[in-house]
T-cell receptor, first 114, second 112 residues
């Protein structure tokens, strides 16, 4: 069965500092990988996705993520965090066959301090 | 294009009462999902529709939850009777090509 682990429940960073959120997955083959962001009271917004090809993917709002097959990881990064980035971040996977639901991690809550 | 619409946004009911949520997906999206997000956890699939047929309802508590998608467009999710543990955010998502899902704002249900 697929599973996603986000080891950090809560991270606090200073505005302007760099950010890395960790995501590890368990799946027999390379799944499709996603990062979503959820602001308070809002639905989930897709930040970026990886299907195949270049292992470094660029997303919206200045985010990027790197797929590392050997580590079964798909970590999210941002070089300089803004206060508006404070939110909940979810990593998700889906089988590479389409037409299947996402399996989400438990999320990492990001707080940004001045 | 308009996003996924959900209503109501908030609902408070007492246990053993019934409640219904509505979702209008993005036009042209054949696949519709309902997820349950309990506080502090990631969303978990309840049911998946392809057009008006059910693809996966293996995690839907069928003794109290039901869902339908009439004419392959709008969908309703019902809980009857509600339990305290049903307090959660119910998210609807839709997809055209099954690789990217678009989420609505969710309905926050509180069962007292």
């Amino acid at each position: 069965a697929q599973s996603v682990t986000q080891p950090d429940i809560h991270i606090t960073v200073s505005e302007g500092a760099s950010l890395e959120l960790r995501c590890n997955y368990s799946y027999g083959a390379t799944p499709y990988l996603f990062w979503y962001v959820q602001s308070p009271g809002q639905g989930l917004q897709l930040l970026l996705k990886y299907f195949s090809g270049d292992t470094l993917v660029q997303g919206i709002k200045g985010f990027e993520a790197e797929f590392k097959r050997s580590q079964s990881s798909f970590n999210l990064r941002k070089p300089s965090v803004h206060w508006s980035d404070a939110a909940e971040y979810f990593c998700a996977v889906a089988p590479p066959s389409g037409n299947t639901p996402l399996v989400f991690g438990k999320g990492t809550r990001l707080s940004v301090i001045a | 294009e308009a996003g996924v619409a959900q209503s109501p946004r908030y609902k408070i009911i007492e246990k053993r009462q019934s409640v219904a949520f509505w979702c209008n997906p993005i036009s042209g999206h054949a696949t519709l999902y309902w997820y349950q997000q309990i506080l502090g956890q990631g969303p978990k699939l309840l049911i998946q529709f392809q057009n008006n047929g059910v693809v996966d309802d293996s995690q839907l508590p069928k003794d109290r939850f039901s869902a339908e998608r009439l004419k392959g467009v709008d969908s309703t999710l019902k809980i009857q009777p509600a339990k305290l543990e049903d307090s959660a955010v119910y998210l609807c998502a839709s997809s055209r090509d099954n690789y990217e899902q678009y989420f609505g704002p969710g309905t926050r249900l509180t069962v007292t």
